[in-house]
């Protein structure tokens, strides 16, 4: 990690391009950038660390080197010693169809991921979850919760790209949707989740202030939430609010419009005929969320 921009940029150099430059502290999904010349990984080092534009999170960054595959998110319960794994999902964190566009905190997600096998899903498990178990026991630090392993799948092979310890947004929304398990059971035990494997898709789709992810929004009128639920999706609100009455976005990501079925096209199609709906002016939302699974189907 680094806090001198210059000795940042003169590792980025060495390594060579594309590369990654992270914000160390939280940034609400927006601190992660990849970079393709020395121009653009001038820029962001001096947004993230000169000008502060994510305050006290981008003063220290780490610089990786780009690894190129398919981004999935593999999410286990921890309790005294023991795992279960949640249905996998795959998030959308470029802005812009076709991962087009800056990162943000995520634009959509499905469950479960199908780029994840029973084979990868068991090298993961192996490579990753096990050695992550036996470290806690060593350490001796007794975990309780969620632990989110954000991977790179390059080549059949799984990489970790970072820990969290939080269901993630969206994927929480869509492995509520998917969860075969109450989830006070999940979080008492969470070997429950063994036997919790599903044959439906649950798919998720965000909506955002027409500024996100570069600045706030003035706070923006959202109609016809039940005439779209009526379609048999759920509605996640996140940043909204009451004003007189009336359902109000109060800037960024303010809506993941979900739905599920056992044919994922449908779980699809039942999504955007529920946006089509939502009256939320100039919002902005991928429009091929889940696309990427047909390929493994």
Do not use: W
């Not at 992270?22 to 820029?43: C, M, N, P, T, Y």
């Not at 981004?71 to 802005?95: C, N, W």
């Amino acid at each position: 990690s680094f806090t001198d921009p210059k000795k940042a940029l003169n590792l980025i150099e060495d390594i060579g391009y594309p590369a990654v430059i992270k914000a160390d502290g939280l940034a609400s999904g927006k601190g992660v950038v990849i970079v393709f010349s020395r121009q653009e990984a001038s820029q962001v080092l001096e947004d993230f660390m000169v000008k502060n534009k994510l305050g006290e999170s981008g003063k220290k960054v780490v610089i990786e080197e780009f690894l190129k595959g398919e981004e999935a998110s593999y999410i286990i319960a921890v309790k005294d010693g023991k795992f279960g794994v949640m249905p996998t999902s795959q998030d959308h964190k470029r802005l812009k169809d076709n991962d087009e566009g800056p990162n943000t905190g995520g634009m959509g997600a499905y469950s479960p991921a199908p780029i994840i096998t029973k084979e990868l899903d068991l090298k993961i498990k192996e490579k990753i979850v096990k050695p992550i178990m036996a470290g806690l026991d060593q350490e001796r630090f007794d975990y309780t919760g969620f632990l989110y392993i954000g991977l790179m799948i390059s080549e059949g092979e799984p990489y970790v790209l970072e820990f969290n310890v939080r269901l993630g947004d969206p994927e929480a929304q869509v492995l509520m949707l998917n969860l075969k398990k109450e989830l006070l059971d999940v979080i008492s035990d969470p070997s429950v989740l063994q036997d919790s494997n599903t044959d439906e898709f649950a798919v998720g789709v965000v909506m955002a202030c027409k500024n996100y992810p570069y600045s706030n929004c003035e706070p923006t009128p959202i109609r016809n939430l039940e005439k779209a639920q009526q379609k048999g999706v759920l509605v996640f609100q996140a940043n909204t609010k009451l004003i007189n009455g009336e359902i109000y976005s109060s800037g960024g990501r303010a809506l993941t419009v979900c739905a599920k079925s056992k044919d994922l096209q449908k779980a699809i199609d039942d999504v955007y005929d529920a946006i089509s709906l939502i009256d939320f002016k100039d919002a902005v939302y991928r429009k091929d969320i889940a696309q990427k699974a047909f390929k493994y189907l």
